[in-house]
């Protein structure tokens, strides 16, 4: 990219900025816009995109407490009263970030433990950017066995009954953000990795239950992913198949994950994640739902459902890492927008 179109870019971004600032009073509701001569209307669903209300901590089933990190560019954040609608899962790290040593300058705050960091950074552009970091050499004594539990560092969000979006009401559901591995090395010796067991994996899921109470399959559901990055394949291939055994390790249910060329090309604009470089992810998850129930209902899950009995119940995106590594992911320009037909 030239310096102009950059440049260019980044009074493109400033000027939305500033647009977005003089509205900030509307970021803790989801917006919902029509355009009066499409019949079309849009809703965004992600609560609180920029952060300000921060962050429950979680490990497992345990809350650990509320990260509250302020937010660079902006003059205050959210009140200390405020309810988070995100939340970080630590799963199985020995370190808590509500505990972290807290490091607030103008264009960038982070919590830090030996095993994670957790960083919010407005760019040279205005924008502002999520860095989940982990360091697993500091979480693991040796290398992880086989059937051992493994360190994930994720950006929650659940989506509360009432205000969930039924598949069978929109024309389209889109995902979209960018993203880049800002860092990542293996820290085994040769001999000690076994890529069975061991890898660094960035992954985005969302969990789509049936909220029909008078269904057979009420609250069951599948997992519908895109995995960014993993670094035993430059390109991966698609993956479906049930999550575990619950009795263990796993939910029980189907993973459907999207993975080839094909979804590089199509839905990351090209840009292959595992170059480093930043990704545009852009995905309308309406588009792929019924052949997600379809696989599911092959496997005996949800083999009671329709499509229009299905809603989006739960987002997370970031690191599982089984394997000793330092890794580093950037995220910004979060978006979940959902679009409906007037009736």
Same mark, same amino acid.
């Given at each position: 990219?030239?310096?102009?179109?950059?440049?260019?870019?980044?009074?493109?971004?400033?000027?939305?900025?500033?647009?977005?600032?003089?509205?900030?009073?509307?970021?803790?509701?989801?917006?919902?816009?029509?355009?009066?001569?499409?019949?079309?209307?849009?809703?965004?669903?992600?609560?609180?995109?920029?952060?300000?209300?921060?962050?429950?901590?979680?490990?497992?089933?345990?809350?650990?407490?509320?990260?509250?990190?302020?937010?660079?560019?902006?003059?205050?954040?959210?009140?200390?009263?405020?309810?988070?609608?995100?939340?970080?899962?630590?799963?199985?790290?020995?370190?808590?970030?509500?505990?972290?040593?807290?490091?607030?300058?103008?264009?960038? +705050?982070?919590?830090? @433990?030996?095993?994670?960091?957790?960083?919010?950074?407005? *760019? #040279?552009?205005? /924008?502002?950017?999520? %860095?989940?970091?982990?360091?697993?050499?500091?979480?693991?004594?040796?290398?992880?066995?086989?059937?051992?539990?493994?360190?994930?560092?994720?950006?929650?969000?659940?989506?509360?009954?009432?205000?969930?979006?039924?598949?069978?009401?929109?024309?389209?559901?889109?995902?979209?953000?960018?993203?880049?591995?800002?860092?990542?090395?293996?820290?085994?010796?040769?001999?000690?990795?076994?890529? +069975?067991?061991?890898? @660094?994996?960035?992954?985005?899921?969302?969990?789509?239950? *049936? #909220?029909?109470? /008078?269904?057979?399959? %009420?609250?069951?559901?599948?997992?519908?992913?895109?995995?960014?990055?993993?670094?035993?394949?430059?390109?991966?291939?698609?993956?479906?198949?049930?999550?575990?055994?619950?009795?263990?390790?796993?939910?029980?249910?189907?993973?459907?994950?999207?993975?080839?060329?094909?979804?590089?090309?199509?839905?990351?604009?090209?840009?292959?994640?595992?170059?480093?470089?930043?990704?545009?992810?852009?995905?309308?998850?309406?588009?792929?739902?019924?052949?997600?129930?379809?696989?599911?209902?092959?496997?005996?899950?949800?083999?009671?459902?329709?499509?229009?009995?299905?809603?989006?119940?739960?987002?997370?995106?970031?690191?599982?890492?089984?394997?000793?590594?330092?890794?580093?992911?950037?995220?910004?320009?979060?978006?979940?927008?959902?679009?409906?037909?007037?009736?």
């Amino acid at each position: 990219m030239s310096n102009s179109s950059l440049t260019n870019r980044c009074w493109l971004v400033l000027v939305a900025l500033v647009g977005a600032l003089l509205s900030r009073a509307f970021w803790s509701v989801p917006v919902v816009a029509t355009d009066p001569g499409s019949g079309v209307v849009a809703k965004d669903l992600f609560e609180d995109p920029n952060f300000e209300n921060g962050f429950f901590v979680s490990d497992g089933s345990k809350e650990l407490g509320i990260l509250r990190l302020p937010v660079p560019g902006l003059e205050s954040s959210g009140s200390e009263s405020a309810k988070p609608s995100w939340r970080l899962a630590q799963h199985n790290s020995r370190y808590d970030l509500t505990k972290g040593e807290i490091v607030a300058q103008r264009n960038r +705050s982070s919590s830090t @433990t030996p095993g994670q960091r957790v960083a919010l950074e407005r *760019n #040279d552009c205005g /924008e502002l950017v999520l %860095f989940l970091e982990a360091s697993t050499d500091k979480e693991y004594s040796s290398p992880r066995k086989n059937g051992e539990p493994w360190v994930h560092l994720l950006l929650v969000q659940d989506f509360p009954v009432d205000k969930r979006v039924s598949f069978g009401d929109v024309d389209s559901l889109i995902f979209s953000c960018d993203a880049r591995v800002a860092d990542w090395e293996r820290l085994m010796k040769d001999d000690e990795f076994d890529p +069975s067991v061991h890898a @660094t994996q960035a992954s985005v899921y969302f969990a789509i239950s *049936n #909220d029909n109470p /008078e269904s057979p399959d %009420f609250r069951d559901y599948a997992w519908f992913g895109i995995s960014f990055f993993d670094d035993r394949w430059e390109v991966q291939s698609q993956y479906v198949e049930l999550d575990g055994d619950p009795r263990s390790i796993g939910t029980g249910k189907l993973i459907y994950r999207l993975g080839e060329q094909k979804t590089i090309d199509d839905l990351m604009g090209g840009v292959n994640p595992y170059s480093k470089e930043w990704t545009h992810i852009e995905i309308d998850l309406a588009r792929y739902v019924g052949a997600m129930l379809s696989a599911a209902q092959e496997r005996g899950i949800l083999t009671r459902s329709s499509v229009s009995e299905l809603k989006l119940s739960h987002f997370n995106y970031g690191w599982e890492i089984p394997g000793t590594y330092r890794a580093s992911l950037a995220i910004k320009n979060l978006c979940l927008k959902a679009t409906f037909k007037e009736e």
